[in-house]
């Protein structure tokens, strides 16, 4: 079977959706009794910048191949003729296609050949079809959606989405495809081991002797650092050697605006903004918290909750993350999306350092078991192999 992966983007500012896109590339790609061949075709956006990568020709170093296209435009955009172009002239050659993200350009004249070529597809929305995501922006967003992506939507051979929650979301916009739910994964072997925290604390050693309270994702309104400061700021008192770690890119500008509900908390000298942590430091810092949390507004499959899980760190996350499996498996506090609840979740942990650090534990056992790459890639395989036969 011949597969064909468009998504606008891999660049590493891009957060989860970039990541899973090309870890679940290369799970499939290696089940090559299934698979005689994965292409990932993309532009070379990554936010403000470009990524600084080969173009219009196929790199070979993974084991699917990957050819990046340049984007023409306004920065954030990715429009790309020349990605246009290859699509109608290559679609056809595929057995099936697989689309990630909507209300974004490219993947837009890859279901205009498929429809073309008769050649089947599968789209996943990476949780931008969620109740929040659709409300944020929404007035473009729906002149978009009804003229552009649910049409197409309703021609995808299946909509594929990371939770069960996200698939009842969806049963709402009353779609007529039919939707199979495949969550994120992570690679086992990248977590056997972790990086001494010390590699961490050489880059920021003002925290060495801090308890760290960890949030590593965009910084983005959806991300939920509007509840998330508040409520860190609430604990201060009782835990005066707690440190927030705000860890990750700015996200459209809105890092300036976090800065300042961090003023207005007046917890300048307890929160930290890293940046984007990657590889080694991003695992650095995983060992060296304490405590995760994501306060969202909303997700498709948070992958970094996945990952703080399978570090075994105690994890406070929102019902916004779409992981009711975890409050079921006691393996998180799964918390409403309010500021109050989360203080709470986070005073608990501290307070009860023995029963956070069991709860990490069955998080850990939870996510090796369940949600690792090599299960998640013969999952969507199968799903392949349906949808072509």
């Known amino acids: 079977m011949k597969c064909l992966m468009v998504t606008p983007y891999l660049g590493e500012v891009y957060g989860g959706p970039s990541k899973c896109v090309l870890e679940l590339a290369e799970a499939i790609a290696h089940h090559t009794d299934h698979i005689t061949q994965l292409d990932i075709v993309t532009t070379n956006a990554n936010g403000n910048d470009d990524l600084d990568v080969p173009l219009d020709t196929w790199m070979n170093d993974r084991a699917c191949r990957i050819r990046y296209f340049p984007r023409l435009g306004a920065k954030h955009y990715t429009f790309s003729p020349s990605l246009t172009r290859w699509l109608f002239q290559n679609t056809g050659h595929y057995d099936i296609v697989h689309t990630h993200t909507v209300f974004s350009y490219p993947v837009l004249p890859a279901h205009i050949a498929c429809h073309r070529y008769r050649v089947p597809y599968i789209r996943t929305p990476h949780g931008m079809l969620e109740p929040w995501a659709l409300a944020h922006k929404a007035q473009k967003k729906r002149l978009y959606y009804r003229w552009l992506e649910q049409p197409f939507l309703n021609r995808a051979a299946a909509v ?40 961490f604390f050489q880059q920021f050693p003002h925290l060495c ?81 304490q405590v995760y949390t994501a306060p969202s507004y909303s997700e498709g499959f ?88």
């Open 209 to 289: 002797d801090k308890t760290l309270i960890l949030f590593l994702g965009r910084i983005d309104p959806k991300k939920g650092l509007d509840l998330l400061i508040p409520a860190f700021a609430s604990l201060r008192s009782q835990f005066p050697s707690a440190h927030l770690i705000l860890a990750g890119p700015d996200s459209n500008g809105y890092r300036s605006t976090a800065e300042t509900l961090v003023k207005q908390a007046q917890c300048e000298d307890s929160i930290t903004f890293t940046g984007m942590l990657m590889g080694d430091a991003k695992l650095a810092a995983l060992a060296a918290a």
């Open 302 to 389: 948070s992958m970094s909750v996945l990952e703080a899980m399978a570090c075994g760190l105690p994890c406070v996350i929102t019902t916004g993350c779409n992981f009711p499996e975890a409050a079921q498996a006691q393996a998180a506090h799964v918390v409403d999306i309010d500021a109050e609840a989360i203080a709470t979740a986070l005073h608990h942990c501290l307070r009860h350092p023995n029963e956070a650090k069991a709860m990490g534990d069955r998080a850990r056992k939870l996510i090796l078991e369940n949600y690792t790459w090599d299960i998640i890639a013969k999952r969507m395989i199968e799903t392949y192999q349906t949808i072509v036969a």
């Open 160 to 199: 594929h989405t990371l939770a069960p929650p996200e698939h009842q979301n969806l049963q709402q916009l009353k779609l007529t495809s039919s939707v199979v739910t495949i969550p994120n994964g992570i690679h086992t072997q990248e977590f056997e081991r972790l990086p001494s925290p010390d590699y």
